[in-house]
Protein backbone atom coordinates (compact mmCIF):
# COMPACT_ATOMS: atom_id res chain seq x y z
CA UNK A 1 0.00 0.00 0.00
CA UNK A 2 1.31 3.10 -0.91
CA UNK A 3 2.76 5.59 2.16
CA UNK A 4 3.58 8.98 2.87
CA UNK A 5 7.38 8.53 4.22
CA UNK A 6 9.33 11.34 6.24
CA UNK A 7 12.89 11.96 6.96
CA UNK A 8 14.97 11.90 9.40
CA UNK A 9 12.51 10.23 12.12
CA UNK A 10 14.71 12.46 14.64
CA UNK A 11 16.20 15.78 14.50
CA UNK A 12 18.77 17.24 16.89
CA UNK A 13 19.30 20.59 15.96
CA UNK A 14 20.43 23.32 18.14
CA UNK A 15 18.28 26.88 18.68
CA UNK A 16 19.28 28.99 15.89
CA UNK A 17 19.95 26.43 13.63
CA UNK A 18 17.82 25.75 10.24
CA UNK A 19 16.43 22.38 9.69
CA UNK A 20 15.07 21.00 6.65
CA UNK A 21 11.88 18.12 7.19
CA UNK A 22 11.60 15.62 4.42
CA UNK A 23 8.48 14.19 3.22
CA UNK A 24 7.37 12.16 0.36
CA UNK A 25 3.72 12.28 -0.08
CA UNK A 26 1.98 9.39 -2.43
CA UNK A 27 2.94 9.92 -5.86
CA UNK A 28 -0.59 10.48 -7.43
CA UNK A 29 -1.57 12.98 -4.69
CA UNK A 30 -1.95 16.61 -5.24
CA UNK A 31 -2.36 18.01 -2.02
CA UNK A 32 0.23 18.24 0.86
CA UNK A 33 0.45 19.35 4.35
CA UNK A 34 2.73 19.88 7.44
CA UNK A 35 1.22 19.53 10.78
CA UNK A 36 2.99 19.42 14.15
CA UNK A 37 2.20 18.08 17.82
CA UNK A 38 3.79 19.29 20.76
CA UNK A 39 4.42 16.86 23.05
CA UNK A 40 1.27 16.90 24.84
CA UNK A 41 -0.81 18.93 22.77
CA UNK A 42 -2.99 18.53 19.67
CA UNK A 43 -1.82 18.20 16.26
CA UNK A 44 -2.06 21.60 14.97
CA UNK A 45 -2.08 22.11 11.36
CA UNK A 46 0.79 24.33 9.59
CA UNK A 47 0.34 24.70 6.06
CA UNK A 48 -1.03 23.14 3.05
CA UNK A 49 0.44 23.38 -0.43
CA UNK A 50 -1.53 22.52 -3.79
CA UNK A 51 -0.34 23.44 -7.48
CA UNK A 52 3.09 24.61 -6.32
CA UNK A 53 1.79 27.33 -3.97
CA UNK A 54 0.78 27.50 -0.47
CA UNK A 55 -3.21 27.24 -0.39
CA UNK A 56 -3.79 27.82 3.16
CA UNK A 57 -1.60 28.49 5.91
CA UNK A 58 -1.98 28.73 10.04
CA UNK A 59 -1.00 31.57 12.07
CA UNK A 60 1.92 29.17 13.47
CA UNK A 61 3.20 29.24 9.78
CA UNK A 62 5.38 32.25 10.36
CA UNK A 63 8.10 33.92 8.35
CA UNK A 64 10.44 31.26 9.95
CA UNK A 65 9.07 28.53 7.87
CA UNK A 66 8.56 27.89 4.47
CA UNK A 67 7.48 25.26 2.34
CA UNK A 68 8.81 23.67 -0.98
CA UNK A 69 8.62 21.06 -3.80
CA UNK A 70 11.85 20.85 -5.17
CA UNK A 71 11.06 18.19 -7.29
CA UNK A 72 8.57 15.75 -8.52
CA UNK A 73 8.95 13.73 -5.54
CA UNK A 74 9.74 15.79 -2.26
CA UNK A 75 7.94 18.27 0.16
CA UNK A 76 10.42 19.84 2.66
CA UNK A 77 9.23 22.23 5.38
CA UNK A 78 12.20 24.85 6.05
CA UNK A 79 12.76 26.66 9.67
CA UNK A 80 14.71 29.25 9.11
CA UNK A 81 16.02 30.01 12.95
CA UNK A 82 15.18 27.18 15.15
CA UNK A 83 13.65 27.99 18.61
CA UNK A 84 13.36 26.20 21.55
CA UNK A 85 9.43 26.18 21.25
CA UNK A 86 9.89 24.59 17.78
CA UNK A 87 10.30 21.17 19.29
CA UNK A 88 7.92 18.93 18.34
CA UNK A 89 6.75 16.29 16.23
CA UNK A 90 6.03 17.46 12.64
CA UNK A 91 3.61 15.55 10.06
CA UNK A 92 3.24 15.52 6.78
CA UNK A 93 0.18 14.46 4.75
CA UNK A 94 -0.91 14.14 1.38
CA UNK A 95 -4.53 13.78 -0.56
CA UNK A 96 -6.06 13.54 -3.59
CA UNK A 97 -8.42 15.84 -5.08
CA UNK A 98 -12.16 16.46 -5.02
CA UNK A 99 -13.83 14.51 -2.19
CA UNK A 100 -11.20 12.45 -1.86
CA UNK A 101 -9.33 15.33 0.00
CA UNK A 102 -10.89 14.70 3.19
CA UNK A 103 -9.13 11.48 3.26
CA UNK A 104 -5.63 12.21 4.98
CA UNK A 105 -2.65 10.10 4.56
CA UNK A 106 -0.24 10.77 7.41
CA UNK A 107 3.79 9.93 8.02
CA UNK A 108 5.39 8.88 10.65
CA UNK A 109 6.65 11.95 11.56
CA UNK A 110 10.07 13.76 12.55
CA UNK A 111 10.83 14.51 15.90
CA UNK A 112 12.58 17.75 15.78
CA UNK A 113 14.63 18.40 19.35
CA UNK A 114 15.75 22.10 19.56
CA UNK A 115 18.29 22.24 22.42
CA UNK B 1 -15.50 27.66 14.42
CA UNK B 2 -15.23 24.21 14.44
CA UNK B 3 -13.75 22.12 17.48
CA UNK B 4 -13.32 18.62 19.11
CA UNK B 5 -12.94 17.43 22.45
CA UNK B 6 -12.14 14.20 23.48
CA UNK B 7 -13.01 13.23 27.32
CA UNK B 8 -10.02 11.77 28.75
CA UNK B 9 -6.62 12.19 28.39
CA UNK B 10 -6.03 8.17 29.14
CA UNK B 11 -8.51 5.07 29.20
CA UNK B 12 -7.69 1.83 30.81
CA UNK B 13 -9.24 -1.50 29.99
CA UNK B 14 -8.51 -5.04 30.45
CA UNK B 15 -7.65 -7.16 27.41
CA UNK B 16 -11.41 -8.39 26.59
CA UNK B 17 -13.10 -5.67 27.80
CA UNK B 18 -15.48 -2.99 25.62
CA UNK B 19 -12.98 0.43 25.02
CA UNK B 20 -15.20 3.48 24.52
CA UNK B 21 -13.34 6.45 24.20
CA UNK B 22 -15.69 9.38 24.06
CA UNK B 23 -15.90 12.66 21.62
CA UNK B 24 -18.09 15.84 21.17
CA UNK B 25 -17.68 18.00 18.10
CA UNK B 26 -18.44 21.61 17.82
CA UNK B 27 -19.64 22.44 13.67
CA UNK B 28 -21.88 25.13 12.72
CA UNK B 29 -22.58 23.02 9.82
CA UNK B 30 -22.90 19.47 9.30
CA UNK B 31 -19.62 17.90 9.28
CA UNK B 32 -16.58 15.14 8.56
CA UNK B 33 -15.74 13.26 11.54
CA UNK B 34 -12.90 11.16 11.92
CA UNK B 35 -11.18 9.01 14.26
CA UNK B 36 -7.04 8.05 14.01
CA UNK B 37 -5.07 6.18 15.67
CA UNK B 38 -1.24 6.50 16.36
CA UNK B 39 0.71 3.59 17.42
CA UNK B 40 3.69 4.02 18.93
CA UNK B 41 6.90 5.48 16.49
CA UNK B 42 4.11 5.50 14.09
CA UNK B 43 2.09 8.08 12.06
CA UNK B 44 -1.37 8.73 12.40
CA UNK B 45 -3.23 5.87 10.69
CA UNK B 46 -7.09 6.50 9.90
CA UNK B 47 -9.81 4.53 11.61
CA UNK B 48 -12.55 5.61 10.30
CA UNK B 49 -14.54 8.53 8.97
CA UNK B 50 -18.38 9.93 8.71
CA UNK B 51 -19.05 11.92 5.77
CA UNK B 52 -22.92 12.41 6.22
CA UNK B 53 -23.99 9.15 5.34
CA UNK B 54 -24.46 6.07 7.29
CA UNK B 55 -24.83 6.99 11.06
CA UNK B 56 -23.08 4.06 12.42
CA UNK B 57 -19.79 3.74 10.72
CA UNK B 58 -17.58 0.62 11.09
CA UNK B 59 -13.96 0.81 10.66
CA UNK B 60 -10.65 -1.10 10.52
CA UNK B 61 -9.44 -3.18 13.52
CA UNK B 62 -13.43 -4.03 14.80
CA UNK B 63 -13.73 -0.55 15.85
CA UNK B 64 -16.76 1.41 14.99
CA UNK B 65 -18.31 4.96 15.64
CA UNK B 66 -21.70 6.11 15.89
CA UNK B 67 -22.68 10.02 14.98
CA UNK B 68 -25.24 11.62 17.08
CA UNK B 69 -26.19 14.80 16.03
CA UNK B 70 -28.49 15.33 19.34
CA UNK B 71 -25.98 15.00 21.42
CA UNK B 72 -23.28 16.03 18.66
CA UNK B 73 -21.28 13.12 19.75
CA UNK B 74 -19.10 10.47 17.86
CA UNK B 75 -17.75 8.25 20.22
CA UNK B 76 -15.53 5.08 19.10
CA UNK B 77 -16.36 1.94 20.61
CA UNK B 78 -15.01 -1.69 20.44
CA UNK B 79 -16.87 -4.75 22.03
CA UNK B 80 -13.80 -6.12 23.23
CA UNK B 81 -9.87 -4.86 23.55
CA UNK B 82 -6.97 -6.34 22.23
CA UNK B 83 -3.72 -5.56 24.02
CA UNK B 84 -2.72 -4.61 20.31
CA UNK B 85 -5.27 -1.87 20.41
CA UNK B 86 -2.69 0.32 23.08
CA UNK B 87 -2.33 3.69 20.85
CA UNK B 88 -3.40 7.08 21.06
CA UNK B 89 -6.74 7.72 19.39
CA UNK B 90 -7.73 10.85 17.58
CA UNK B 91 -11.05 12.30 16.85
CA UNK B 92 -11.33 14.89 14.20
CA UNK B 93 -13.64 17.50 12.57
CA UNK B 94 -13.79 18.74 9.12
CA UNK B 95 -16.05 20.94 6.63
CA UNK B 96 -16.73 19.29 3.64
CA UNK B 97 -16.75 21.47 0.54
CA UNK B 98 -14.15 23.59 2.78
CA UNK B 99 -10.41 23.18 2.89
CA UNK B 100 -10.76 19.71 4.05
CA UNK B 101 -8.46 20.56 6.77
CA UNK B 102 -9.44 18.67 9.82
CA UNK B 103 -9.23 19.90 13.52
CA UNK B 104 -7.88 17.64 15.45
CA UNK B 105 -8.89 16.78 19.32
CA UNK B 106 -6.23 16.38 22.73
CA UNK B 107 -5.95 12.73 21.46
CA UNK B 108 -6.95 9.71 24.08
CA UNK B 109 -4.53 7.38 25.10
CA UNK B 110 -5.92 3.86 25.25
CA UNK B 111 -4.06 1.25 28.03
CA UNK B 112 -4.78 -2.21 27.36
CA UNK B 113 -4.52 -4.20 30.78
CA UNK B 114 -3.75 -8.07 30.08
Known amino acids: EPEVTQTPSHQVTQMGQEVILRCVPI?????FYWYRQILGQKVEFLVSFYNNEISEKSEIFDDQFSVERPDGSNFTLKIRSTKLEDSAMYFC?????????????FGAGTRLSVL | AQSVTQLGSHVSVSEGALVLLRCNYS??????LFWYVQYPNQGLQLLLK??????LVKGINGFEAEFKKSETSFHLTKPSAHMSDAAEYFCAVSFPGGSYIPTFGRGTSLIVHP
Open chain 2, 27 to 32: SSVPPY
Open chain 2, 50 to 55: YTSAAT
Open chain 1, 27 to 31: SNHLY
Open chain 1, 93 to 105: ASTHTGLAKNIQY
